[in-house]
């Protein structure tokens, strides 16, 4: 694993359109959230350390959020051939262990992940209404601890989300999000061999 930080793409970015294949099998855009205030976009996987630390907060974030209007979206934009555990049909399965209620996206090109800059798991973006680049900072400032190698723990310091609600509490309440934002920080995204971006390393 290569402990990794998001490349903190630049305020006012506008959203990268996507079309991306979902776990239920339904196909996926940018304009699919036209009617929500705020748009998040995650890139997440099954097997990061750092994504399983945050998913149970994320779950129930998403959920409240979802109720005042504003999207969520997850990509998955793991190589899943040299990582089978960040799989589509293993996908299906960790939506419903986590309660997602949000769409999970696969990502199997890495086109996505290239056009939004995104560089580690989780790495997440919010939008505003007018799908410009309000946030990309960290979920909150919890990490896992790490026991060993392929071993971690989240029990003494669990993840709350704080910093994401925050940046949705604002926007959704008409205000600017502080440009003063803490990278996001996780495993790095798994490109497939040769198709490392620019920015990767």
Sequence with gaps: MALTESTMLSLGSNAPDF???STDGRMF????FDDAPVLVVL???NHCPYVIHIAPALASLARRYQELGAAF???NSND????PADSLPL???EKARRGYSFPYLFDEDQSVAKAYS???TPDLYVFDAERKLA???QFDDTRPHRISSGNYDSSAHPADGAELAAALDLLLSGKAVPAAQIPSMGCNIKWKPGNEPDYFG
């Excluded at 855009?29 to 699919?32: I, M, P, R």
């Excluded at 899943?80 to 990582?83: C, E, S």
């Design 19 to 21: 079309n991306l294949p």
């Design 135 to 137: 946030y990309r900072g």
């Design 91 to 93: 996908m299906k399965e």
């Design 118 to 120: 995104a560089a580690c």
């Design 43 to 45: 890139f997440i996987c």
């Design 29 to 32: 855009t940018l304009s699919d």
């Design 73 to 75: 979206v997850a990509i």
């Design 80 to 83: 899943a051939t040299a990582y």
